[in-house]
């Protein structure tokens, strides 16, 4: 889950997850009461076929993050 400060900034990132290959499952939920229903949130969700083992599920998140600039 990501949270943007404005909806232009969700929007952009959603595209840029979607070139690069990326799942985006969730942006705007009208009736949510988080930051989806405002427009504000996006989810990414790997691959369904990501081996569900710790290093790989850290592997696919520092990817994910990355097409952010976040480096945690």
């Known amino acids: 889950h990501y949270e943007f400060a404005t909806v232009a ?14 799942r985006v499952t969730s942006e705007l939920r009208p009736g949510d009461p988080g930051s989806h ?12 076929n990501l081996p569900r083992t ?15 600039g976040f480096t945690p």
């Open 9 to 22: 900034q969700r929007k952009r990132a959603a595209a840029a997850f979607r070139s690069a290959g990326f």
């Open 37 to 48: 229903g405002v427009g504000r949130g996006l989810d990414v969700a790997p691959p369904l």
């Open 54 to 68: 710790v290093e790989a599920e850290a592997r696919w998140s520092r990817a994910a993050n990355a097409i952010l």
